[in-house]
C-alpha cells in the first residue's frame, strides 16, 4: 500500500510535469463518469491557472504590454522552468524579468517592464522604518554635518532603466497607448512611502549619490563627490547635496541619520 506522504510526492511531480505521473494514475480511480486523466487534468489546469493569476497581479502593467494570450503563453513557460518553491504566492514570480530575456531577447522592453514592476512590489513589502524629517536635520549642529552617514530607507531601490518604462507603464496605466519603445538610460528611483510604492527618474549625478548613500559615505564625502564634478566649487557642491537632501526627507527616503562616529 502506497504511503500518503509517498502519493503527496507523486502528485506534486505529476502537477509539475505530467509526464511523471504513470505511475501516480494506477492510485486514482478510473470509471464511465469521471477518467482519470479528467480527473488529473482538472487539478493540473488549476495549479498552473492559480500561478498564472499570482503572475498576473504581480505584472499587472507587463500583461497589457505582452497581451492576454502571449502572456498567459510566457506564463505557463515560466512555470514550468521555475516550478514555485514558495508557500507563499507573492514569490513565485521573482524570475520572470529573467526569463523573459531567455524567451523574448528581441523584445527587452518586456523584461525591464517585469523588472520594474517586481521592484514596485518589493518596495511595497520592505521593512517598515521611521522616516527622518528636514526638522531632524535641523537638529543637528551645522558643524556636524560633514560626518554624517545617511541611512536609506528599507524600501529604497534603484533601478539602471535602459528603455522608456516609465512613460510606457503610465501610459498603460490610464489604459492610453503606450509610447514606442525607445532608449532613454535614465535611472529609476523606487521606494515606499504612505503605504505606497513611489518612482521617479533621476539624474545621473542624483543616481551617483543615492549609490554613495547606500555604502554609507558620509555628508562630507557626498560634497565632495559633487565639488570633483563641479570642478572644485565647494560651496555650490555643498548647496546641490543640501537640494538633494532636502528632496530625499520630504520624500520619506531617509530612515537614519548619524555622525560616522555613531
Known sequence: ??????????FMAY???????????????????????????????????????????AYPKLKMLLGD???????????????STYC??????????????????????AAEMAQFEWTLGLAFDAADAPAKTL?????IALENWPDLIIGLHPSV??????????AIWNALNLQNTPPQPAK?????LVWRQDLNAHFQTISKQEYSLIQCMA?????????????????????????QVATYMAGWLNAGLISNIQTAAE
Open 15 to 57: 502537477l509539475l510535469d505530467e509526464t511523471n505521473g504513470a505511475s501516480f494514475k494506477t492510485q486514482i480511480i478510473n470509471d464511465q463518469k469521471v477518467g482519470t486523466d479528467k480527473r488529473l487534468s482538472i487539478y493540473a489546469d488549476a495549479y498552473r491557472l492559480r500561478i498564472i493569476e499570482a503572475l498576473a497581479s
Open 157 to 166: 531601490k534603484i533601478l539602471d532603466l535602459q528603455w522608456n518604462i516609465v
Open 215 to 239: 555604502l554609507q559615505a558620509t555628508f562630507g564625502g557626498l560634497c565632495e563627490a559633487v565639488e570633483n564634478a563641479r570642478t572644485g566649487d565647494n560651496g555650490a557642491a555643498m548647496q
Open 135 to 139: 526638522q531632524d536635520l535641523a537638529n
Open 184 to 188: 532613454t538610460m535614465l535611472p529609476c
Open 69 to 83: 494570450d502571449f502572456f498567459d503563453q510566457a506564463a505557463r513557460s515560466y512555470i514550468d522552468k521555475f516550478p
Open 88 to 109: 507563499n504566492m507573492r514569490w513565485v514570480g521573482g524570475e520572470m524579468a529573467a526569463h523573459l530575456q531567455q524567451i523574448l531577447p528581441q523584445h527587452p522592453v
Open 1 to 10: 500500500m502506497t504511503s500518503l506522504s509517498q502519493l503527496q510526492t507523486d
